[in-house]
């Protein structure tokens, strides 16, 4: 299914599909002992609501180790209906920091790699990797730039995903 455009954008580049991290992105800071890894933030589930409601499709791109299967958490949260595609590097036998990843990324977003919003928490992983594929990044950092890193030209930061939604224009 190819992503219909939104007429959305951000600082005026389209964005049709925003792929997000899990860990430190949309999860709890703690483990829920339920499901023997970490939920989903409650504002990150509405906010990726929100995304949903506006017509963006979402996919989640993660790093992840076996037991970290990331469905569970979705579920309980009451989001994995919303994601069309789970890129997890455990099941893929692909981390991000490896440009296939972001090529799998793209591929699966089934648009111009330009239209893809690249949500994390990492500088390397989720900002310059997706970058350096050609798509756009969004940092989320709570306590901003650690000492001695660089946001790069283009990219964006913000505090937590429930402030994406209001940097998303209609164009």
């Not at 800071?29 to 609501?49: C, F, N, W």
């Amino acid at each position: 299914m190819t992503p219909q455009k939104t007429g959305l954008t951000l600082y005026g580049a389209q964005v049709s599909v925003v792929a997000v991290d899990f860990g430190g992105t949309i999860s709890t800071s703690r483990e829920d002992h339920v499901l023997a890894q970490k939920g989903v933030d409650p504002e990150a589930a509405a906010t990726l609501q929100q995304l949903a409601a506006l017509g963006l499709r979402l996919l989640l791109a993660s790093n992840a180790t076996a037991k970290e299967t990331r469905w569970p958490a979705l579920q309980a949260a009451g989001v994995h209906d919303l994601f069309s595609v789970a890129l997890i590097s455990y099941s893929l036998n692909v981390r991000k920091d490896d440009p296939l990843f972001y090529e799998l990324v793209i591929t699966a977003a089934q648009c111009a790699r330009h239209e893809v919003l690249f949500v994390g928490d990492r500088i390397d992983y989720d900002v310059l990797g997706p970058m350096r594929a050609g798509m756009q990044a969004c940092l989320v950092r709570p306590d901003g730039l650690r000492p001695g890193e660089r946001l790069p030209d283009g990219a964006v930061l913000i505090g937590h995903v429930r402030e994406l939604p209001g940097l998303l224009a209609a164009g």
